[in-house]
């Protein structure tokens, strides 16, 4: 049971342009999401995290949007760098639990 | 600033061989994680820590063991390597629950 899908496993984008990653999850208990980057022979690095009392969070070129009632996150990237490919993961947590569920991951490719 | 150290970085095991991959952090750290990362797929997790002595089980424990008797140190157990067990595996640590996760560069680990 895959309770955080993140649908697409790739996206490229034009750099200078936004670049917006899904994530949708089933679980309703979940309240506290992140984003997370991974560059290849790396560990994923922390990007961006957001709690269910918020439906937004910016920092820097990053944003990130939660919808609850559509279980539904996203990623938004403005402007999108060469520096930004990598794959994203989503990853959400519910209270009391002591560990993160994560998505499948997104592929984002940024062309020159 | 070390973060989380994990070694080996890559691995080859025959069928039926054990092994401990070292995970350790300088962070201070309360909790521990143990993740595998199959291709195309996210992060699952194997076991968790929440201090010294204490160790639970995450979505795919089985074929591994873990222990805890430091803050500091996480070593993750395979005692009966299998084909299936072939993937990468990622350390990471947080100082509270479901806080952002530092992730170490992960040991690839092949089964043969």
């Known amino acids: 049971d895959q309770q955080v899908k993140q649908n697409s496993p790739s996206l490229s984008v034009q750099e200078g342009r936004i670049s917006i990653l899904n994530c949708d999850y089933t679980n309703s208990m979940f309240d506290y999401f992140l984003w997370y980057k991974k560059y290849p022979a790396e560990g994923p690095t922390f990007l961006i995290s957001?709690?269910?009392?918020?439906d937004k969070n910016e920092d820097g070129r990053f944003t990130v949007f939660l919808n609850k009632s559509a279980k539904h996150l996203s990623l938004h990237i403005v402007p999108s760098q060469p520096g930004d490919s990598a794959v994203y993961f989503c990853?959400?947590?519910?209270?009391?639990?002591?560990?993160?569920?994560f998505g499948q991951g997104t592929r984002l490719t940024i062309n020159p | 600033n070390a973060g989380v150290t994990q070694t080996p970085k890559f691995r080859i095991l025959k069928i039926g061989q054990s092994m401990t991959l070292q995970c350790t952090q300088d962070m201070n750290h309360n909790y521990m994680y143990w993740y595998r990362q199959d291709p195309g797929m996210g992060l699952k997790l194997i076991y968790y820590s929440v201090g010294a002595g204490i160790t639970d089980k995450g979505e795919v424990p089985n074929g591994y063991n873990v222990s805890r008797s430091t803050t500091e140190d996480f070593p993750l157990r395979l005692e009966l390597a299998a084909p299936s067990q072939t993937s990468v595996y990622f350390c990471?640590?947080?100082?509270?629950?479901?806080?952002?996760?530092?992730f170490g560069d992960g040991t690839r680990l092949s089964i043969l």
């Open positions: 990853a959400a947590a519910y209270q009391g639990a002591q560990k993160l569920v």
């Open positions: 957001i709690s269910s009392i918020k």
């Open positions: 990471a640590s947080s100082s509270r629950r479901a806080q952002p996760q530092h």
